[in-house]
């Protein structure tokens, strides 16, 4: 290395040889000490300059050339070796199989016991009911473990290597630029295994899938909408078994079966060049069953529902058409109280009027749309040409006939399904429900089996035979706690209940938070039933008279 009285030398000599008549007294110039005074960057740069010292240069950038070369060369060779031992795939963020693999990785310990970790959020996906004995035990740790809501998983820009069939493997936590302006950066699972051919990563992604579906047997996933009009997971529900609606029968079957046999139909559709898509209309009294019944079908299809609401402050016309759009094409979109964003005065007037999309204070003065989407709009999303295909659409209302006839005709809304208030025969299928010794373990919710799916197997059934199905010894926290009862005391019981309930006059959410205050008091419930009754009536006509006390001083 040239140090710097060594440079100063050199080109102290320079200087010498470029001023001959400085030559005598050049010798007497003794070169200062780094750091001293004398010494100038001046001079320094004068000698990394100088002619002399570009051999030197020139010494340095041939052997920078060869180390660099080398560096390339060894690169290349390790990049070829590399590839042909390593097999080596790149997941991103939002791609379901990241999802899978993901999910797939919390299984192994390699992954979740690194030493650099980060804490993340558990998907909820595999978050863990605990059963009711642990809660009935009330084991807190037990149900601490199962259900708490952060997971270790190795920080990003880390690895971690273990072994998967014999192939050694290594995953990468990395991030790279999101394509889409609104993202920022987008995580990536760089995965590498020593194997040749392909069936080892094929193996390994099929049995992350089926961790997957088995995380989300029992489940069914609710998204919503963002704020950039595309969908995430808002929650995990348990799948709600369909039989715990008790609706009239055959209702429940003809909507299951005909949306099953709609799944099974794509090449019908598209053969005979109708859209590929189904619309369901629910109308009723609120609390009759229609979320539930929606919940129930999603559960027993396997499908994941999407909330569509139109309501949401900022929703227009365009951005309803992306996100129905970017829908997954086998799924539910809901459209829930769809006469509330979307009423037919309030929706005629203000296209007509105010021009699409303006806001407008609704006629009644009562409520005005938070959004501005418009029936053409909403139509068009519906069925226009960006309109996902393989979609079940599920729309409810409670007010049937304030909805647009274009809204509801056939091709949009394919099927509609009234739903009424309680029956007597519905209110005795809820007691039923609620006591009937092996209820609990019975119609267990099943994932979906494509196999299993079958057009039009079965028609209309007995409530009561599927209520009954499957039936294995309960023994519940509550059922402990209730007295012990025989199937013929709660049948006697459910019939003195249905003598009890008035026709259509209760919705079964009224009748379910009755029995709800009667859990483990089940001849309490039916023997107070009827004064609940009364009260109800009372209560009910303390109410609209002061209704009709309020609209007559509005009159006034
Ligand atoms: N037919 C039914 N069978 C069993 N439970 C029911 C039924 N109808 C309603 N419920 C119960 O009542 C509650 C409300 O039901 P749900 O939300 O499905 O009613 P809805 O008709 O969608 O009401 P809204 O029109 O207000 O949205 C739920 O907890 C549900 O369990």
């Not at 300059?49 to 240069?57: C, D, I, L, R, Y």
């Not at 909408?225 to 009239?248: C, H, M």
Request: aromatic fraction near 10%; include cysteine; hydrophobic fraction near 40%.
């Amino acid at each position: 290395m040239a140090t710097p009285q060594a440079l100063f030398m050199v080109a102290q000599q320079m200087l010498t040889v470029l001023t001959p008549q400085n030559a005598s007294n050049a010798t007497q110039v003794q070169p200062p000490a780094f750091g001293t005074e004398g010494f100038s960057a001046g001079s320094l740069f004068v000698s990394l300059v100088s002619f002399s010292t570009a051999k030197e240069w020139m010494k340095l950038a041939v052997l920078g050339a060869i180390f660099e070369t080398i560096r390339r060369i060894f690169l290349y060779v390790y990049k070829k070796i590399y590839d042909y031992f390593f097999l080596t795939v790149v997941l991103e963020d939002g791609e379901k199989v990241y999802a899978w693999m993901t999910l797939w990785l919390l299984q192994h310990p390699a992954w979740t016991q690194s030493r650099d970790i980060q804490i993340a959020d558990r998907p909820t996906s595999l978050k863990v009911e605990p059963t009711p004995e642990e809660e009935a035990e009330g084991d807190v740790t037990k149900i601490n473990l199962k259900t708490q809501t952060f997971m270790y998983i190795p920080s990003l820009y880390t690895q971690c290597t273990f072994w998967y069939k014999r192939h050694w493997v290594r995953i990468y936590r990395g991030a790279i630029e999101s394509k889409s302006p609104f993202d920022g950066r987008v995580e990536t699972l760089i995965i590498c295994i020593w194997a040749w051919k392909h069936n080892v990563i094929h193996d390994m992604l099929l049995e992350a899938k089926m961790a997957y579906k088995a995380a989300k047997e029992n489940k069914i996933s609710i998204h919503v909408a963002n704020t950039y009009n595309g969908w995430e997971e808002q929650s995990t529900q348990l799948k709600r078994p369909l039989a715990s609606i008790v609706l009239d029968p055959g209702v429940r079957e003809l909507l299951l079966n005909d949306a099953r046999d709609f799944l099974l139909s794509k090449h019908w559709y598209l053969s005979r060049g109708i859209p590929f898509r189904r619309g369901y209309l629910l109308y009723g009294p609120p609390g009759t069953g229609k979320t539930s019944v929606i919940q129930g079908i999603a559960g027993e299809l396997g499908l994941d529902v999407y909330i569509v609401s139109l309501s949401r402050v900022g929703m227009d016309d365009a951005g309803l058409n992306e996100l129905i759009a970017n829908l997954p094409e086998r799924c539910i979109a809901l459209m829930e109280d769809i006469d509330v964003a979307f009423s037919r005065t309030l929706n005629r007037e203000l296209e007509g009027q105010d021009g699409p999309g303006k806001e407008k204070q609704h006629p009644s003065g009562l409520s005005k749309p938070t959004s501005k989407v418009t029936l053409s709009g909403l139509l068009n999303a519906l069925d226009g040409i960006g309109a996902q295909e393989g979609r079940l659409l599920f729309a409810t209302t409670n007010k049937y006939t304030s909805l647009d006839a274009a809204l509801s005709r056939p091709g949009r809304m394919d099927i509609h399904v009234e739903f009424k208030l309680a029956s007597k025969y519905q209110a005795r299928q809820l007691y039923r429900c609620f006591y009937h010794p092996d209820i609990e373990a019975k119609d267990q919710p099943r994932g979906q089996d494509p196999k299993n799916v079958h057009v039009g197997s079965t028609g209309p059934v007995e409530e009561k035979s599927s209520l009954l199905q499957g039936d294995t010894p309960s023994n519940t926290p509550h059922q402990r706690r209730g007295p012990q009862l025989s199937i013929q005391q709660v049948e006697a019981w459910a019939k003195q209940f249905f003598d009890a309930i008035p026709d259509r006059e209760f919705s079964m959410a009224a009748l379910q938070g009755y029995l709800m205050a009667y859990k483990t008091r089940p001849c309490e419930a039916v023997a107070e039933a009827g004064e609940w009754v009364n009260k109800q009536r009372l209560a009910a006509a303390r109410i609209e008279s002061e209704r009709t006390f309020v609209k007559v001083e509005a009159v006034d």
